[in-house]
């Protein structure tokens, strides 16, 4: 859920961001700029491609700092209520209109887990999703057609 209250994240993913953000300041920042100075000493600068591959590449390197600087600033880190309804920080298992059972983790894009589909909040399945109890259907408007969920289940995620 990405809002005024910032971007709700497990335990797990907070860790994960933080250790990322932890890597970039460090040992990435270290090594773009020992492949600058290796690129430097190449020579002419003007025509050197490898030194405007490192320069971009630190350019991309300290945008993603600033989104993970961001993103653990404004964290929504919370234990999720068990209310029986598909929330964000739940997992809703589901059977599609083919009867094929999938479980969705109802929660944004850096909390992804192995093992469940993600579906963000701000997305079509994600939003037809929140609120429903174990025996509703989900109605997805999406760009493929329109699909229908049943909801079997739901349940906070623990990991």
């Known amino acids: 859920m990405t809002d005024n209250k910032g971007t709700w994240l497990t335990p797990a993913a907070l860790a994960k961001l933080e250790n990322e953000l932890t890597h970039l300041t460090t040992i990435g920042r270290e090594e773009i700029v020992e492949r600058i100075a290796e ?17 971009n590449d630190q350019g991309l390197m300290e945008a993603r700092i600033r989104q993970l ?3 653990i600033d ?4 919370t234990e999720v209520d068990d209310s029986g309804a598909v929330a964000v920080g739940t997992v809703a ?3 599609d209109d083919d009867g094929d059972e999938m479980e969705f983790f109802v929660a944004a894009a850096e909390n992804k ?4 589909l993600l579906a963000s909040p701000d997305s079509p399945i994600g939003s037809a999703l929140l609120g429903k109890h174990p025996g509703d259907i989900a109605t997805v408007d999406a760009p493929g057609g329109i699909f229908t969920y049943k909801v079997v289940s739901v349940r906070v995620y623990e990991g």
């Open 39 to 55: 690129a430097r000493a190449h020579g002419d600068l003007k025509e050197n491609a490898e030194y405007d591959t490192a320069k």
């Open 69 to 71: 600087q961001h993103l």
């Open 74 to 77: 404004n964290a929504h880190v």
């Open 93 to 95: 298992t589901v059977i």
């Open 113 to 116: 887990a192995p093992g469940f």
